[in-house]
């Protein structure tokens, strides 16, 4: 095979991957969501009361040693650094166990930290360091359980979920607040953690406990793509969020306000494209590029025009809206990578490679804070502009690669070519092989095979071995791209 070749297969090979499910089947497999996606959506509504806190608004007082930013700073950094120790360290049978230890040590250490607010400044630090590594594990949980015990139907739920649950509990929180301000910030998540803990009791077992990881061999492109394109997006809402207009000219409450609406617009454009594009991880990209570069061009525009308030309110509505589009379309790539396949080793470096830039963002948010905001928009303009050129014209180069590759075809064989590639299935395959495979075409799960042919697990993989071998493929890509469709 020619270098030419290669390449062209590499790119084919990143449109596949990519490539969602068809309409008929979203429609067919929505409607048999697990137990445990509901419960994998409990995580993420944990993680976001959480991520609203930081670094505990009752509990601020208690640190005078310290100043609010360098307080986040080490709560982020603590959460960070134990969710990418427990990705590495977590074998799938040792999920639930952590959480069993690790959500009641959040809710004890939470209650623990609102006791003494304002009081014991150094236990109060402790508690929040301990509290932050307790919400490490929950959020490497999350994403264990997200990529291995998810279908894709499931994983797009589960995310049309988050992205609500942060507009949602944006509103629920200033509400709450208005009666008392510790219903936001204290109460209502210690009441989401003890809902979750209680969930954790309901969910089935095998999907938490069974969770099997099979090794195979990932192509390097698609890899390369999905750790380019989040760390981009990381580093990109890092500096989003150190940016701080003055606060006479967009006042707090309104900068969130116009923020959660972009944020809501982009939750209709990326439901709208997941739904009826099969191709939406890449037009949500070339979207977010577009609305990043938009952003900063609004943000020049208001400082040409003498610091007009509606063109601030305007950015911010940008900024949303790329923040979402981006944040769902990451975690969209990282479960459609590793469907199926899950390669552990590949998962581990890509946790450790965007658990790095989590961290270097934290101080890019610091550093942005200290900068002119003229020069950071005239600077980031640029760049956007640049990032933007990249990323399009990598996705219409991986279009072009992917349009030009050879058309699969599945001929009889025949006795004289025992060797053949294409090794008709319905020739080969007994007749609930040939079931399993119709539906591995379709992009079904093993898991989500079994619920359809009322099989057991076992058997399903049983089958599933079988047909790899009998067509002498080695992956689930290679299987859709040697007999699928075309796309």
Not at 130 to 136: E, N
Request: aromatic share 16%.
């Amino acid at each position: 095979m020619s270098v030419s070749d290669i390449t062209r297969e590499s790119f084919a090979k990143t449109i596949v991957t990519f490539t969602e499910q068809r309409m008929e089947e979203r429609k067919s497999n929505i409607k048999k969501l697990s137990f445990t996606s509901f419960f994998v959506m409990m995580l993420i509504l944990s993680l976001v009361s959480v991520m609203y806190l930081g670094y505990f608004d009752f509990n601020h007082d208690s640190f005078t040693l310290l100043v609010e930013s360098h307080t986040k700073s080490i709560f982020f950094s603590v959460m960070v650094s134990v969710g990418c120790l427990g990705v590495l360290v977590f074998k799938p049978r040792s999920v639930n166990k952590s959480l069993y230890i690790s959500i009641p040590v959040v809710i004890i250490f939470f209650i623990f930290s609102f006791i003494i607010r304002g009081k014991l400044i150094f236990l109060g630090l402790m508690s929040t360091i301990i509290i932050a590594a307790g919400v490490g594990i929950i959020a490497s949980a999350t994403l264990l359980l997200f990529i291995y015990s998810l279908n894709s139907t499931e994983r797009l739920v589960s995310s049309i979920f988050m992205v609500s649950a942060f507009v949602i509990y944006f509103m629920f929180d200033r509400a709450l607040s208005l009666i008392n301000p510790y219903l936001g910030s204290f109460v209502l998540p210690l009441l989401i953690m003890c809902a979750l803990y209680l969930t954790l009791f309901l969910v089935d077992p095998y999907d938490v406990t069974e969770l099997e990881v099979r090794e195979e061999k990932l192509t390097l492109v698609p890899l390369m793509a999905l750790v380019v394109m989040v760390a981009i997006y990381i580093i990109f809402t890092a500096i989003f969020t150190g940016i701080k207009v003055p606060t006479d000219l967009v006042k707090p409450f309104w900068q969130n306000v116009y923020f959660y609406i972009g944020v809501f617009l982009g939750l209709v454009v990326v439901v709208f494209l997941h739904f009826f594009n099969r191709h939406a991880i890449f037009f949500a990209w070339i979207i977010w590029t577009f609305f990043t570069t938009i952003s900063y061009q609004l943000g020049i525009s208001a400082l040409l025009y003498e610091n007009i308030s509606f063109l601030y309110y305007l950015m911010y509505i940008a900024i949303g809206f790329a923040n979402i589009v981006g944040a769902f379309t990451s975690i969209m790539m990282v479960g459609k990578l590793f469907e199926d396949k899950t390669h552990d080793r590949a998962l581990k470096v890509v946790a450790i490679i965007l658990g790095i830039f989590l961290l270097i963002s934290r101080v890019v948010v610091l550093h942005v804070r200290k900068l002119n905001v003229e020069n950071l928009f005239t600077v980031m303009q640029f760049v956007a502009l640049f990032m933007s050129l990249g990323v399009v014209s990598f996705i219409i180069y991986a279009f072009f690669q992917w349009r030009r590759r050879p058309a699969a075809k599945i001929e009889p064989v025949k006795p004289a070519e025992p060797e053949s590639i294409y090794v008709n299935p319905y020739n080969v395959l007994t007749p609930k092989e040939t079931k399993v495979f119709e539906l591995l075409l379709m992009g079904l799960t093993l898991r989500q095979i079994a619920g359809e042919l009322k099989m057991k697990y076992d058997t399903v993989n049983f089958h599933y071995k079988n047909i790899y071998k009998k067509l002498d493929v080695n992956s689930k890509i290679e299987l859709i791209l040697r007999y699928g469709q075309k796309l």
